[in-house]
């Protein structure tokens, strides 16, 4: 698409054809994730429900479905701590040519704008976007125009939700409403407003930036930049494939299944509140034979000709000598042998409470619900009905929906890696080739430290408890201790060679006599399952990769170390049995 002052404000004004199905979408989702009132849901009044009670639970509304998904949000967010989370450089790969300092590695990993590296925007800003608006945009832009030819661009990525997709053809042009807002006065300069509208128009070869100039929306280009990378530079957040529909591919939230689970929550949450409301204050009533002086007992007066309730009795036709605030009043016969008074006349209303914590119960179940579609119920509180039963999880597809996230970031990072080598490159090195060569390699992880440490606890618990072989203990407590101490490498490299090099790992030291006396074991590996912290720190202050050696290599080690141990322990002996 070739931009022209002709077309500008008929391509800002333009929606493409799925515009409001994207809106539609996004929100589904956000509604829930911002915290929002789910008007829609609110406002579908119950069956019988008076409106005041309806305005009422939407005045109150809390947002009790915000919480799963910042759950999901932060859970995924370890996807970075993997330990086979890997963005490598090849060094060799980066001609003279680049000045020093302006290489891609350091300005995607030490100089990105705002993030300082593009990995921590991704878990940042990017994660959350593309989950929450599969069909929002990420779009790479010049962070500062370069002062001259011969500088290097800038460029940074923006993401554009779909109310902000105005058009958009992939690989040829998008129309972008930005967040910023522009400041222009009245013609006679009286007045100055600070919210004009801006807008970016990419192309192929392109980028715009226009600001609103009058309150007639007059519009004028602030920014021009000829990036001539041959493609758009900005594509679809994606997701799970939704569906094809006016020349566009429509895409759906890898956690959209959460939304029926959500919907009901925050449903039957709101109901919750108006039944607790109803049922948390004590409501009094009183017997009463006074009649009221106003209307003598008809409960109706006359004003103006006309028949109306009676104000002061509000139309019991009795009062009560006292202040009848929060009061029932039950009026009695007109004569007092009609009716038999109960003692004490006063009392108060007697309410159950059993609907409530049913409902209680179900608000549970269906955010549980809701997180169990991704396989992620463990992040959830056990349900009242479900007290006491251990939440199970099924790893493989845990693992499956968490890999389908990582495959997501990666591709949304090898994009963004590669316009920005084409923005800030394209100009200094004409052959292709040799560009792409500088890209990074991102590597899907598939070790995922997803699971909190207490459910790996427990995990080790029952392993233990059900007599599970001593390797498969060994495994779950090496998973264990990387997640744990994932700040503290040393600490987990300990941990995991003690897991490794010990011999008689998960004996007792009751258990580990009796095999040395029955002659099971060496004295050698005694030795070493007794010291093996001791030898391991050793190792570790003598060689800086030690965790890093060939098994052979490091059993060698801590055997000789042993052999020391041994000897040692041989000379204690002889002296204590001469006396010297």
């Not at 019988?48 to 919480?67: A, H, L, M, W």
């Not at 999901?72 to 989370?85: G, T």
């Not at 070869?205 to 990036?227: G, M």
């Not at 959460?258 to 039944?275: F, G």
Request: glycine residues 4%; proline residues 4%.
């Amino acid at each position: 698409m070739e931009i022209t002052p002709e077309n500008l404000k008929k391509a800002i004004s333009a929606r493409h054809q799925n515009y409001q199905q994207t809106i539609n979408e996004a929100e589904k989702l956000k509604v829930h994730a911002e915290g929002r009132v789910p008007e829609k849901l609110i406002n579908e009044r119950r069956p019988s429900e008076p409106e005041n009670i309806k305005d009422y639970r939407k005045k109150i509304y809390v947002p009790k479905t915000q919480n799963p998904i910042n759950k999901v949000l932060n859970s995924l967010e370890k996807i970075r701590r993997s330990q086979d989370w890997v963005i490598s450089y090849n060094p060799d790969a980066v001609p003279a040519k680049i000045a020093e300092g302006e290489t891609l590695e350091q300005y995607c990993e030490i100089n990105y704008p705002i993030h300082t590296s593009l990995t921590n925007w991704m878990f940042a800003e990017g994660l959350q976007n593309y989950l929450l608006d599969a069909n929002g945009v990420f779009a790479v832009l010049p962070y500062e125009m370069p002062a001259s030819a011969g500088d290097y661009v800038k460029p940074y990525v923006v993401y554009f939700d779909s109310k902000s997709v105005l058009d958009f053809v992939d690989g040829d042009y998008a129309i972008l409403r930005s967040n910023d807002k522009s400041t222009f006065t009245s013609p006679a300069g009286r007045n100055t407003y600070t919210n004009g509208e801006v807008y970016i128009v990419l192309t192929d070869t392109q980028y715009l930036r226009l600001e609103q100039t009058d309150i007639n929306r007059s519009f004028t280009v602030t920014e021009k930049y000829s990036h001539n990378i041959g493609v758009l530079p900005a594509f679809r957040a994606g997701g799970k494939f939704w569906k094809r529909e006016n020349g566009a591919t429509l895409y759906k939230s890898r956690i959209s299944s959460m939304i029926p689970s959500l919907d009901e929550a925050a449903r039957e949450y709101s109901d919750l509140q108006a039944e607790i409301v109803q049922h948390i204050h004590s409501e009094k009533y009183a017997y009463t034979n006074t009649e009221c002086p106003t209307c003598k007992g008809t409960c109706k007066t006359f004003k103006d000709g006309k028949e109306e309730t009676c104000q002061v009795c509000g139309g019991a036709g009795s009062i009560l000598n006292v202040s009848p605030y929060g009061m029932h009043l039950i009026t009695t016969g007109r004569k007092m042998e009609e009716y038999q008074l109960p003692t004490p006349p006063i009392g108060y209303v007697q309410k159950g409470t059993e609907i409530a914590k049913l409902q209680d119960e179900r608000v549970r179940q269906h955010i549980y619900d809701a997180l169990s579609t991704l396989n992620m119920e463990f992040l959830a509180e056990t349900p009242l009905n479900q007290s006491g039963v251990a939440k199970q999880v099924d790893k493989d597809e845990l693992n499956n929906f968490v890999n389908s996230i990582a495959e997501d970031i990666v591709r949304i990072m090898d994009d963004v890696y590669y316009f920005i080598n084409e923005y800030r490159y394209i100009g200094i090195l004409p052959d292709k080739t040799k560009r792409e060569m500088m890209l990074p390699g991102v590597n899907v992880p598939t070790q995922y430290e997803i699971l909190s440490s207490t459910y790996l606890i427990d995990e080790i618990k029952t392993a233990k408890d059900s007599g599970i072989h001593p390797s498969i203990r060994r495994a779950l407590e090496i998973d264990y201790a990387k997640k744990k101490f994932y700040t503290q490498l040393s600490v987990s490299y300990e941990a995991e060679l003690c897991f490794e090099l010990d011999p008689l790992y998960g004996a007792t030291e009751d258990e580990k006599m009796t095999r040395k006396s029955n002659g099971g074991v060496t004295d050698t590996d005694y030795i070493i399952s007794c010291n093996i912290l001791q030898f391991i720190q050793r190792a570790m202050a003598e060689d800086a990769d030690f965790y890093r050696r060939k098994l052979a290599e490091k059993q060698a080690k801590i055997k000789a170390f042993a052999e020391e141990k041994k000897k040692e322990i041989e000379t204690v002996t002889i002296d204590m049995n001469t006396g010297l």
